[in-house]
């Protein structure tokens, strides 16, 4: 299977606790998303990579979620203390721009990671 | 105001029927357009991708965009059970890397 990786697919966590996702893109693709989607609502943005450069990040990402993605590769999203409000699904998407300006927005997405915080 | 707007639905059909599918925006920047299905517990999948206005016919599925009204559909034809799922509208206003603003999605049931 060549489509965008999530693991691990479900994550049940205490208040407090710190969790960290994965997500391994389409092997070609430069740029990578991860959104954020509650149950009835559509997915919202939280951040993305341009190759290793984090270049966008929400308003929704607060200081306790952190995003890396070394070397252009795989990507990590870490959310530390979570709160019940942190339960969601986590998306990832990769897209393949082949310049850096290409506007380029046919993302594919990963199968998500529910959180669930207790 | 969000500035995407779709109706939840629940939208019921019977198998073969054609389901019209829409969503309403304020952001006269949009440019870009597009449709994604989402079964359940799984990622959105790209069904459509159309730039600035018109019709863009794929199988089944036709998609419109008319900017004017800052209006876009998604008709399904000989709509199957398959089809059952959660739809999607997404819009960008094309910037490299910007984020896409969806709708909250409306959840289709097809039955045979």
């Known amino acids: 299977d060549t489509g965008v990786s999530q693991d691990p697919r479900h994550k049940i966590t205490k208040r407090g606790q710190n969790v960290t996702f994965r997500c391994d893109p389409i092997s070609e693709h430069n740029r990578l998303y991860w959104y954020r989607q509650t149950l009835g609502q559509g997915p919202e943005f939280l951040t993305y990579f341009q190759n290793e450069a984090q270049l966008e990040k929400s308003r929704l990402l607060s200081d306790r979620f952190s995003a890396e993605r070394p070397k252009g590769s795989f990507s990590t999203l870490e959310i530390q203390r979570t709160e019940q409000g942190d339960s969601a699904m986590y998306l990832c998407a990769s897209s393949l721009a082949r310049r850096a300006s290409e506007v380029n927005e046919k993302l594919f997405f990963g199968s998500g990671t529910q959180l669930s915080v207790l | ?112």
């Open chain 2, 1 to 112: 105001q969000k500035e995407v707007e779709q109706d939840p639905g629940p939208l019921s059909v019977p198998e073969g029927a054609i389901v019209s599918l829409n969503c309403t925006y304020s952001n006269s920047a949009f440019q870009y357009f597009m449709w994604y299905r989402q079964y359940s517990r799984k990622g959105p999948e790209l069904l459509m991708y159309t730039y600035s206005s018109g019709n863009k016919e794929d199988g089944r599925f036709t998609a419109q965009v008319d900017k004017s009204s800052k209006y876009i559909s998604l008709f399904i034809r000989d709509s199957q059970p398959s089809d059952s799922a959660t739809y999607l509208c997404a819009m960008s206003d094309g910037q490299a890397g910007t984020a896409l603003i969806f709708g909250k999605g409306t959840t289709l049931s097809v039955s045979s």
